[in-house]
């Protein structure tokens, strides 16, 4: 056993990292990898350092000095130090990495003679065949296990045939896809006749109101006596009150419209023909 051994000192503490290794006053010290370049020495940067500055640049026009406004990245780079030989280095690390990254295609790769004669025959070229396939061929399309596809979805043993039992009673009262309420035939019914409760009901109000005004007026010569100022509701007029009333109210009045556009239609043919 040599006398660096110590069996006393655990296995993580001997085998030191590489980081380590050498003294941190050297210039390959363990921050050394952080650095632009390696071989520079540490810096303190708990120590004040004095930078470049902001270099500005001017531009000489009869005799006086004119300051270059350039656009925002030029500003930027300016305030951060950063100059146009560092872009380069970064661009040039990009280049590397792309090209390490993109193989070269095999020229001895091709396909056979008379492949290609048929593509010539047809004047298509083999960058054409790709145009509707995914930019990487080996990339999988993955796929949910809970995804049903539609054509299994049509396959139900209660449409078509004569089978009927167990049918769904909303089959066709409710969209598959949507999941959506279809309208039936007496929604237009139900519409028309909530605008004409509420046009009934307007009209009710406002000649409650002018009954009310003119209360007030006459009140005037009296002055201790009490005036109701609130408008009394006629339930008779509301669709959730009175829902019969109110459908019946409304085919009395669609009839006597019929009524007199009946009227006014034989009216015209008797006096223009």
Known sequence: MSPKDNLYLPKYIQNVPWYFKTGGKEPTDELSHHRKDPAQAPID??????????????????????????????????????????WDEILAQWSTIKKSIQKPEDANDSDDTDYELE????????????????????????????????????????????????KDSTAALINLDSEFVKESKDVKELRQMQKFAWDQNRQYEER?????????????????????????????????????????????????????????KNSLLDRYG
């Open 45 to 86: 940067h708990s120590v004040p350092q004095a930078g470049t500055g902001i270099q500005d640049e001017f531009d000489t026009v009869n005799g006086h000095e004119i300051r270059k406004d350039g656009d925002y990245s030029t500003k930027r780079d300016r305030w951060h130090g950063t100059t146009l030989g560092d």
């Open 119 to 166: 593509l010539q025959e047809l004047g298509l070229e083999k960058k054409d065949l790709h145009i509707h396939l995914k930019e990487d061929p080996l990339e999988k399309s993955i796929r949910d296990r809970r995804d049903i596809p539609a054509y299994i979805l049509a396959i139900n043993a209660n449409e078509g045939g004569k089978i009927r039992l167990g």
């Open 208 to 264: 409650k109101q002018k009954e009310l005004y003119q209360k007030q007026l006459d009140s005037l010569h009296d002055p201790y006596a009490e005036v109701d100022d609130t408008v009394p509701v006629d339930l008779g007029l509301s669709v959730e009150a009175s829902p019969t009333l109110m459908m019946l109210k409304n085919r009395q009045n669609e009839a006597e419209k019929k009524k007199a556009m009946e009227k006014k």
